[in-house]
């Protein structure tokens, strides 16, 4: 039976709507980020979304963790619908434009303790090696697969920026919470709406309230990589300009081979 609802219609119907009206806010609010070096975030985002993102969904729709429902996309390409490559497009820049309006800060240098670097590393490797051993189980597949994908960029965002990320949790939460909580519902209405179906076969069966729970935290995960990307990238700029302002500040006194 024909889907009532297409892929490209959930795009239009959920993603569109919110997306222009956050970047309206973004641009027009004065507390809210915008210019240069977001939107060089966000673009960044996407490049990455695209690329990491793309072996992964064509490694799990052929393997039947899940597949589309019967007039639900218009072309695939390799093993994933076009309307899954703009997918990846588009919720970086959800993410992203809800990221401008909340604008997480924290005053904190970019020396951070090397023992808090190794113990972020450390957590992402932890997760990715814990998705390894999932991948033994057909009922684990599907959640093996997504700790082995996201474990590596946790590993590399939190050992890069784990302390700053602690230090400006409270708006990261908001920042993190709010689109993840809209894409679980997209999500939920999508597969109630038989536009994509996920396999029970390739998953555990739990389920929040009736999203599978390897769906739910394949959208945390993922606003995640987004909401700390970002943040890391525009707090890495703005300490390298207050070093180079300070050092253009500081008196220059001239040196003779005495003084060496």
């Not at 076009?82 to 604008?103: C, D």
């Not at 993840?180 to 994509?196: F, K, N, Q, S």
């Amino acid at each position: 039976m024909t889907v009532p609802l297409t892929y490209f219609g959930i795009h239009l119907a959920f993603l569109l709507p919110p997306i222009l009206i956050l970047g309206w806010l973004a641009f027009r609010r004065d507390r809210a980020w915008w210019g240069v070096r977001p939107l060089s975030g966000l673009g960044i985002m996407i490049v990455l979304a695209v690329v990491y993102t793309t072996p992964f969904t064509n490694r799990l729709i052929p393997a039947g963790v899940w597949w589309y429902g019967e007039g639900a996309v218009l072309a695939t390409v390799w093993h994933t619908p076009i309307e899954e490559y703009l997918f990846f497009v588009l919720q970086p820049i959800l993410t992203a434009l809800w990221l401008f309006q909340v604008r997480p800060t924290a005053d904190r240098s970019l020396a951070i303790p090397r023992t808090h670097r190794l113990l972020g590393v450390a957590g992402g490797l932890a997760i990715a090696v814990v998705g390894l051993v999932l991948l033994g189980d057909t009922a684990t597949y599907y959640l093996g697969w997504l700790f082995l994908w996201a474990g590596p960029v946790l590993a590399v965002q939190w050992g890069f920026g784990s302390t700053f990320l602690w230090d400006a949790r409270r708006s990261l939460l908001v920042a993190i919470a709010v689109p993840t909580l809209y894409l679980w519902l997209v999500d939920r209405i999508a597969i109630e709406l038989g536009v994509w179906v996920i396999s029970d076969a390739h998953t555990t069966g739990y389920a929040l309230l009736g999203l599978p729970i390897e769906e739910a935290l394949f959208f945390l995960v993922t606003t995640l990589f987004v909401v700390q990307g970002i943040t890391m990238y525009i707090w890495v700029l703005d300490r390298i300009d207050g070093v180079s302002a300070w050092t253009s500040a500081s008196p220059q006194f001239p040196t003779s081979s005495d003084d060496r």
